[in-house]
């Protein structure tokens, strides 16, 4: 008996250890799969706990880091991060990382130098540390981490193995294209996307009246075209509290599900783009509570990782569910109206923006909308309003400025903030980009309510007023100058 315990203390394990606020860590060496740097781009993840730093991506797998010192409860100087190491723990296709100040050494410990605490409470997240290694007779204590129970902190089970979650986006997106394109947003600096046909239209924001069903989301109703839709706290949907008030800079996304309507605030519109569904990577979810409205990230160029939306997951909740069936009821004869109203026009869908007056094309006309490139080609003896060319995925891309093309006073030449519009290849089949100071919104126009030039439009530039096909009214009654797709990319093809 007393051979077999002396085996038993002889039994050594190998640790990697780390320090953190003065404190020693060991992990179990087959659980650590490497140690990186802190990264230097991290994402705030929607509805993620306060001990979660962010999600980041590693080698094309999404990674979420851990702050140990915050779950511990260990005092935190608010240093930066710039310093910190992260180990990734990989347990049964789970992969975490949890960061450390510095990494230490392999160290070996006999069984006898470990003392093993009791986990009672596996439901204690706090609850990662397993035991402990007790060095130079009690004077170094090394505190040990299970990988294990890492893993089983509240919400970051939701990961699951990748392959499985892999299998489970796959079988979501099968219906729909190779290719898609979607809308990216902005909510609280988080940046989000969702698929373009998800959308109905995207609108400047406008006063949001009372609602007798107004709550935490849901803020109130705006009228549009007639029709009355509830507009929703995106940022509170996401488990966010916004850091400032509802503001005239902001964006309503209005999303159709099923028959009915509803609106989302965002803090700004950001691109459209495509992306292809074999990348959407799988991130980490962290709520039961609408688990399934996010389908993975994907990598814009300039925009890093954004997360993408699925908007039939958004309303899973049944307040909000009640929220917009409550509101359709009570408006039910006012949408009887407007389906009614509907016959008699002629509603298309535009993208609006702005380049010194409020111009507008047609969503069918327009390929994506991207940030402007760091990267564009100068091109020798191009004419002046060419800014030149820019690689997307493999097309050359001809960025023009409109306001030198058509002759339009500039106040700077400064390119942040601003867009390229990439409209859809001519029947030469060139590619061709117009730059723009903002995007305005994504709007259904009635085609009837059209308006005469107005003079001060006519007296800007010639050129301009022979490439505008109709000026007609938006939403708010403001003028928008429709321009004609077949115009623009003659005069660049002749231009060039």
Same mark, same amino acid.
């Given at each position: ?78 240093? $930066? ?6 180990? #990734? ?24 130098? &470990? ?55 796959? $079988? ?26 998800? &959308? ?7 006063? =949001? %009246? ?35 008030? &509802? ?81 359709? %009821? ?25 380049? @010194?007056?409020?111009? @507008?094309?047609? &969503? ?51 390119? @942040?903030?601003?867009?390229? #519009? ?19 919104? =994504? ?54």
């Amino acid at each position: 008996m007393e051979a077999q315990e002396l085996e038993v203390n002889k039994v050594t394990h190998m640790y990697a250890s780390f320090s953190l606020k003065g404190n020693e860590f060991v992990l179990d060496i087959n659980a650590v799969q490497e140690v990186v740097n802190y990264p230097e781009s991290i994402f705030s993840m929607p509805l993620a706990p306060d001990y979660l730093d962010g999600i980041f991506n590693l080698r094309g797998m999404i990674i979420p880091i851990l702050n140990l010192a915050k779950l511990l409860g260990i005092a935190d100087d608010n240093g $930066t991060n710039d310093n910190l190491k992260v180990a #990734i723990v990989n347990i049964d296709g789970i992969s975490v990382g949890v960061s450390f100040d510095t990494t230490g050494e392999i160290i070996k410990a006999d069984h006898c130098e &470990v003392s093993n605490f009791d986990i009672s409470d596996e439901s204690d997240e706090s609850q990662v540390v397993k035991g402990a290694i007790k060095r130079d007779n009690g004077n170094r204590i090394y505190q040990i981490l299970e990988p294990s129970q890492i893993i089983k902190i509240r919400n970051l089970a939701r990961l699951g193995s990748y392959d499985a979650f892999r299998e489970g986006v796959d $079988t979501r997106l099968k219906v729909q294209a190779r290719q898609n394109k979607c809308i990216s947003f902005r909510v609280n600096d988080i940046p989000l996307a969702i698929e373009i046909t998800s &959308v109905n239209e995207i609108i400047n924001m406008q006063e =949001i %009246e009372h609602s007798a069903f107004s709550s935490k989301l849901c803020l109130g109703l705006v009228n549009l075209r007639g029709m009355t839709i509830p507009v929703l706290s995106f940022s509170r949907i996401l488990g966010i509290e916004s850091s400032s008030e &509802v503001n005239n800079d902001q964006k309503i996304l209005i999303i159709k599900l099923g028959s009915e309507f509803f609106g989302l605030i965002v803090d700004s519109l950001d691109a459209i783009t495509f992306y292809s569904d074999d990348k959407v990577m799988p991130v980490p979810v962290f709520s039961s509570i609408r688990s399934h409205m996010f389908l993975g990230g994907i990598e814009a160029e300039e925009n890093g990782m954004t997360f993408l939306i699925d908007h039939s997951e958004i309303l899973n909740n049944d307040e909000i569910k009640q929220i917009t069936k409550s509101h359709s %009821e009570i408006y039910q004869s006012q949408k009887d109206e407007e389906e009614k109203e509907k016959v008699a026009r002629q509603l298309e869908s535009y993208v609006t923006f702005n380049f @010194g007056y409020h111009f @507008g094309l047609s &969503v069918s006309e327009i390929r994506e909308i991207i940030e402007v490139p760091k990267d564009i080609l100068k091109t020798p003896g191009a004419p002046s309003h060419v800014l030149g060319v820019h690689d997307l995925r493999e097309q050359l891309i001809t960025i023009v400025n409109p306001k030198k093309m058509y002759g339009i006073e500039e106040s700077d030449d400064e390119l @942040g903030g601003k867009k390229v #519009i990439i409209l859809e290849a001519d029947e030469r089949g060139e590619n061709y980009g117009i730059l723009v100071d903002e995007i305005d919104s =994504i709007v259904k126009i009635d085609m009837l309510n059209k308006m005469k030039m107005p003079s001060l439009l006519s007296n800007v530039s010639g050129k301009l007023n022979q490439d505008v096909s109709e000026i007609i009214r938006d939403i708010n009654g403001s003028g928008v100058v429709i321009l004609s797709f077949e115009a623009i990319v003659r005069r660049i093809g002749m231009t060039k």
